[in-house]
């Protein structure tokens, strides 16, 4: 067997059926083995067992409590374990009962392959129960958490059992209080010790009660509050011995018992409910509350009062909603990203035709009224597609260290110039830096949207308010945004408008969606906003009731240092291709690659074609005086046009290499933000055309 040794030494051990892949996935033991090994020991500190799998079903992270909670041989934990071997190995040992082992195996798999939420409780053989959520991940596979439930149902048995202890006392007492007269002497030394024993039962339910994380009460017919734990009277700002003997309208408030009227009739009724409503805690809290009312029915047959279980159920209400919101903007995003890929082909065309077809015609007149609103509507639909892909976050970012601080000012001056004069702008910032990491026009543009937005908010002048701070996001919280823990620039932009109804709010992300009927509006200025935001690793969160205006949060993750970056403007007419360039041109879509070859050969470049990588990467290998490659990213074919141009660096280390693309699209190639080469966003001029081709290295 292979087996880790305590200071990283390995040796033979593994059974022979795994021994093959577990040779061939070995750690190395290189230098990064000291900081691997040291997040490996905080994440054994945890309490829970974790495991992540990637989209090949393969072991690709986990933790010690993983492997003690399932009881697996450390060999197990290896990257690059097959999620079958697992299952294999418990199957064969018995954990899922009796029954066939392959066919156990290959459901399991088979289940697993289908990346699906799931949860359930697991009893293993030894007798512990093991509660299990696993959860799919964006990018395919999926991460599952392990608890250890058994000390839970332990209580909770215990507490059924106390309550069968309690009625059965109960029922004793009853029967000697029934008894003859010449027992009563008797029968009362009996309800003495009935009744001590009781006291103590009674206290341990109520110290088990008290712990429960629930809210747990219960109400007379009369709705008079008969009972309440700890957590349901701290609920409503109350000691529990506050509530008792009170009527509900005093524990609660007459506004919330009016909303929950209708089940409490019902309850009353004999029927038991469970209903999911909006509350306002202790300290003005808001909280998503599920609560189950339960009658308690008497020997008669009537309902002597109910029973209340509530339960705080509003992170699981957000993780819910932040999840519904990825899935459908990934689904709307895949769609405008195949557009956006189109569309900028055709626009490459039409604009790569259009603007030298204007420098020839002679004719003033023809160019301001035929080309130039040609070329203008074209290039508003290049802009169009930007704002799709940015929604979509599948536009390249340039992301680098920004001053927020310094970015929001000059947008406000820019403001107050522009906005009406009856909006107040107003700006709370530390007189510090604030670096995040950032595309700065993204940013721009995002802000932009919410001035406007604003501004459309406030028909009749208002105020329009922008913060800038530093936020420090922990563990527990971070996953309500869909953001890692860290360090973020908060960015605080506030209107005193109309407001949004809880309707409006929750769908003001999606594309298209408006409520400038007939003014106008296209829907994507929020959308492009919350795109740009979560491809910057960031989160967006809005806060806004009726008549009480609206505030945009934006958090960006906190950079060390803001560095500035020189605008280079470059004029294509002075610029000419040395005598002994060659360039390769690589563009699937013969018209978009006819009006690069016009742009290239303007610009004194000599030129070969290829209409797909296989076909380049053969002229690279064959042909030695390439000295620039431009190409397409999607082509059709196995090979993108960043895997093109990594091979190609490695035939020819001096080649300049520059990228073209109309989207980024995840499902066809790597995250643009790690490509390792320039790249060009289609429809694009000759100026910057030039501006690639000068400001790379060689």
């Known amino acids: 067997m292979l087996q880790r040794e305590k200071k990283g030494t390995w ?202 994380p629930a809210g747990i009460a219960y109400w007379d017919k009369d709705v008079q509050c008969l009972f309440a734990n700890r957590r349901f009277a701290t609920a409503f700002g109350r000691r529990k011995e506050e509530c008792i003997g009170r009527p509900a309208t005093e524990v609660v408030g ?135 892909l940015s929604f979509a976050r599948r536009q390249p970012l340039s992301r680098q260290p920004v001053d927020v601080e310094d970015l929001v000012a000059g947008m406000v001056r820019l403001f107050r110039r522009s906005l009406p004069n009856d909006i107040e702008i107003v700006t709370a910032t530390g007189g510090q830096p604030y670096p995040a990491l950032v595309d700065p026009h993204q940013l721009e543009n995002a802000l932009l949207n919410l001035a406007i937005n604003a501004r459309d908010a406030m028909p009749k002048g208002g105020r329009l308010a922008f913060e800038t701070t530093f936020l420090t996001v922990p563990e527990h919280s971070a996953s309500e945004d869909d953001i890692a823990p860290g360090e973020y620039v908060r960015i605080g932009v506030q209107d005193t408008g109309g407001g949004m109804d809880p309707a409006t709010r929750a769908r003001v992300f999606e594309p298209f969606f408006t409520t400038k009927q007939g003014e106008g509006g296209s829907g994507l200025g929020l959308s492009m906003v919350y795109g740009f935001v979560k491809q910057s690793h960031g989160a967006i969160r809005i806060e806004s009731e009726p008549s009480h205006g609206t505030k945009v949060v934006i958090l960006l993750p906190r950079a060390r240092q803001a560095d500035e970056s020189d605008d280079v403007s470059i004029r294509s007419g002075r610029f000419r291709a040395a005598e002994d360039d060659l360039l390769l041109l690589v563009e699937d879509n013969e018209q978009v690659r006819a009006v690069v070859r016009r742009q290239l050969t303007d610009l004194g470049y000599r030129l070969i074609e290829a209409g797909d990588a296989d076909e380049a990467l053969e002229l690279l290998e064959n042909v030695p005086d390439f000295t620039v490659l431009v190409s397409d990213i999607v082509m059709p074919g196995a090979m993108t046009g960043i895997d093109l141009g990594e091979r190609a660096r490695a035939v020819k280390p001096d080649l300049k290499i520059i990228l073209m693309t109309g989207y980024a699209g995840r499902d066809r190639m790597r995250d643009l933000d790690t490509c390792p080469f320039p790249v060009l966003r289609k429809p694009f001029d000759q100026v910057q055309l030039v501006t690639a081709l000068t400001n790379q290295p060689t």
């Not at 038991?272 to 909280?287: D, G, H, I, K, N």
């Not at 689904?331 to 035709?353: E, K, M, P, R, Y």
């Not at 023809?366 to 799709?388: H, M, Q, S, Y």
């Open 11 to 212: 040796h033979y051990g593994v059974p022979d059926k795994y021994a093959v892949w577990y040779e061939e996935m070995r750690p190395d033991r290189s230098s990064d083995a000291d900081s691997y090994a040291l997040l490996q020991a905080g994440l054994d500190h945890i309490n829970q067992g974790f495991s992540v799998f990637d989209r090949h079903l393969r072991l690709v992270g986990w933790n010690q409590k993983f492997l003690e909670l399932l009881d697996f041989p450390d060999w197990i934990g290896h990257r690059g374990t097959p999620f079958e071997t697992l299952i294999r190995y418990n199957a064969e040992r018995g954990e899922y009962g009796p029954g066939d082992a392959e066919q156990q195996v290959a459901e399991r798999v088979e289940q697993a392959r289908r990346f699906e939420p799931h949860f359930f409780e697991r009893t293993r053989p030894t007798g512990e129960i093991l509660a299990i959520r696993g959860d799919p991940l964006p990018e395919g596979g999926f991460v599952t958490v392990y608890t250890d439930v058994t000390e839970q149902r332990h209580y909770e048995r215990l507490i059924r059992e106390q309550n069968e202890e309690l009625e059965r006392r109960v029922r004793e007492r009853t029967a000697d209080l029934h008894a003859a007269h010449d027992q009563l002497l008797d029968a009362i030394a009996k309800q003495k010790d009935i009744a001590e024993a009781l006291a103590v039962s009674e206290s341990r339910l109520q110290l088990i009660i008290d712990r429960v």
């Open 254 to 388: 007459d506004e919330t018992l009016a909303e929950l009227q209708g089940y409490v009739d019902r309850v009353l009724g004999g029927e038991s409910v469970t209903f999911e409503y909006e509350a306002t805690l202790a300290r003005r809290r808001p909280a998503t509350v599920r609560t189950n009312l339960i009658p308690e029915i008497n020997e008669h047959g009537e309902v002597a009062g109910f029973f209340i279980l509530s339960l705080d159920i509003t992170r699981q209400k957000k993780a819910e909603t932040a999840i519904l919101q990825a899935e459908k903007m990934e689904a709307v995003g895949q769609l405008s990203s195949g557009i956006a890929h189109d569309f900028n082909n055709l626009l490459t065309v039409v604009l790569g035709n259009l603007i030298p077809f204007r420098d020839r015609c002679r004719d003033p007149d023809d160019r301001a009224e035929f080309l130039d609103p040609a070329i203008e509507a074209a290039r508003k639909g290049a802009k169009l597609t930007d704002r799709l």
